[in-house]
């Protein structure tokens, strides 16, 4: 097996055969995993950056092993901690499983959107490594809200949340790829900066939408609910887009994170909105 850090570029090997077949779409999920977590990958993946590129689609599937683990560690620390304590061990797991890597990317939007008086300025600000008064307070508020989001539902309700909002808030990053320019000439999602096309887009979008009917179908959470987070999450990721497109002319590596970050956000707050007369369980 072969460990990667997420973001960076896996170590080079002799690209295989191209093939559309299932084992190949297999190693584009592979390929999305490796980017996008810690976990380890089989050796026979191998990489190739055109597969980086292909992986786009898996995106949202990447999204349910995120919520699979975060819902794990909720479910057994629930079982022995109040329920503060099993949402801040489920935050902690979910920020180890990805690297903090979508949290270093809205960390850095914040500081160079806060601090750049220019395009040219925030980007170099976002280039830094460093962390800043803006990247450090917006992040930290972050994570406070999300863990008080959760801390504040039902239990079921965190399990449905978790199951809906990775997914989403990583389809809701595609977007931006699928729509948007890419605006660096190099950097850590230069090989994801080629446009989706439409049936890569619509796979993606399938695995969004599938754990949206399986909640709903289970009962876990009222429609109602489902569909008040889905547009808070969708509002939060428009708002973004298009500060994107006024401030930088396009999107970022970070630009993705922070998507993935504040939709994920903005989906629990709307799922856990007051008014339960309307909204239901």
């Known amino acids: ?4 850090a997420p973001g960076q570029a896996p170590q080079a090997f002799p690209p295989a055969p191209a093939s559309r077949g299932a084992l190949h779409q297999l190693r584009l999920f592979f390929i999305a995993l490796q980017f996008f977590t810690r976990l380890p990958i089989p050796r026979w993946v191998g990489f190739h950056p055109d597969w980086l590129q292909r992986s786009t689609r898996y995106f949202p599937l990447v999204g349910w092993v995120a919520a699979w683990v975060a819902a794990l560690v909720y479910a057994m620390a629930a079982q022995f901690w109040p329920q503060m304590v099993a949402v801040l061990l ?4 979910g920020i180890w499983l990805t690297g903090a890597f979508h949290e270093d990317g809205f960390a850095d939007v914040c500081d160079g959107l806060g601090g750049g008086v220019n395009r040219e300025r925030a980007l170099e600000i976002m280039r830094d490594s460093r962390i800043g008064a803006y990247g450090a307070i917006g992040i930290g508020m972050l994570l406070a809200t999300k863990v008080g989001a959760l801390g504040a539902m039902l239990p079921f309700h965190v399990l449905a949340a978790l199951g809906i909002a990775h997914p989403l808030s990583r389809w809701l990053a595609t977007c931006l790829i699928w729509r948007l320019d890419y605006i660096r000439e190099e950097g850590k999602a230069k090989p994801l900066a080629q446009h989706m096309g439409a049936g890569e887009f ?5 695995f969004a939408v599938a754990p949206v009917a399986g909640v709903i179908g289970l009962g876990m959470m009222s429609w109602q609910r489902v569909a008040l987070g889905i547009a808070f999450a969708t509002l939060a990721a428009a708002w973004l887009a298009r500060k994107f497109v006024r401030r930088l002319g396009g999107y970022s590596g970070d630009c993705l994170g922070s998507v993935q970050q504040l939709s994920e956000v903005a989906f629990y707050l ?5 008014a339960p007369a ?4």
């Open 1 to 4: 097996m072969a460990e990667q």
């Open 90 to 93: 489920s935050t902690a797991a």
């Open 202 to 206: 619509l796979l993606a979008t399938a």
């Open 270 to 274: 709307g799922a856990l909105a007051a």
């Open 278 to 281: 309307f909204l239901g369980n």
